[in-house]
């Protein structure tokens, strides 16, 4: 059974920071892009960041570039998500996802979802 899970998530302060965490199971994870995606209240979900486990490669988003950090220990098959100075529009569900391809913030190559953490920015 492919499962995602997400933690880290909660309640900081504006300029603060929090490191999310995507245990990855049930599929081979070398073979797989992971994506962390986000969605605020009255939005649609975008793209944040992603990496590809077989070669490292890394994606951001305008928003969150020289402020969020991606990065994946394949043997725990973790990819974490390294958020500083962190805004109040930062606010959202966060969910990490896999994708069977080259990493991309292209929500409809993703197979696999996780069920997401929230991260509420207070200012």
């Known amino acids: 059974e492919v499962q995602l899970v997400e933690s880290g998530g909660g309640l900081v302060q504006a300029g603060g920071s929090l490191r999310l965490s995507c245990a990855a199971s049930?599929?081979?994870?070398?073979?797989?892009?992971i994506g962390w995606f986000r969605q605020a209240p009255g939005k649609e979900r975008e793209g944040v960041s992603c990496i590809s486990s077989s070669d490292g490669s890394t994606y951001y988003a305008d928003s969150v570039k020289g402020r969020f950090t991606i990065s994946s220990d394949n043997a725990k098959n973790t990819v974490y998500l390294q958020m500083n100075s962190l805004k109040p529009e930062d606010t959202a569900v966060y969910y990490c996802a896999a994708a069977l391809a080259i990493a991309t913030l292209a929500q409809y190559e993703y197979d696999y979802w996780g069920q997401g953490t929230q991260v509420t920015v207070s200012s």
């Open positions: 049930g599929f081979t994870f070398d073979d797989y892009a």
